[in-house]
């Protein structure tokens, strides 16, 4: 069971921030492609950002492109989400977890549990 640790949530105001750090407790990140996810209160999880294992072949969703910034440092084996340009419409709980990478394409399909996230709210 992959277990993952997500850090790096706060209150910011609208226009500002964040970035999100996403671990690996006791396993290589190396091999793995990567996703961010996020539950906003009463919705179901939704991918925000994929990165293949290699580091090299981020994606975003069209809604999320130009404001939310995935990265992964393989030497580090943490996975970075960067925020910018918050909106209060991104306050959710955010999560990471490994995704299945075909041909270079995130299939945004979470695999394994949930861990405990981040929570990110965007309030002034």
């Known amino acids: 069971q992959l277990q993952f640790v997500e850090s790096g949530g706060g209150l910011v105001q609208p226009g500002g921030s964040l970035r999100l750090s996403c671990a690996a407790s006791g396993f290589s990140l190396a091999p793995l492609g990567i996703g961010w996810f996020r539950q906003a209160p009463g919705k179901e999880h939704k991918g925000v950002a994929c990165?293949?294992?290699?580091?090299?072949?981020?994606q975003h969703p069209d809604s999320i492109k130009g404001r939310f910034f995935i990265s992964k440092d393989n030497a580090k084996n943490t996975v970075y989400l960067q925020m910018n340009n918050l909106k209060p419409e991104d306050t959710a709980v955010y999560y990471c977890?490994?995704?299945?990478?075909?041909?270079?394409?995130?299939?945004?399909?979470?695999?394994?549990?949930w861990g405990r996230g981040t929570q990110v709210t965007v309030s002034s």
């Open positions: 977890a490994s995704v299945e990478v075909l041909f270079g394409v995130c299939m945004f399909n979470p695999r394994g549990s």
């Open positions: 990165v293949d294992p290699s580091g090299n072949r981020p």
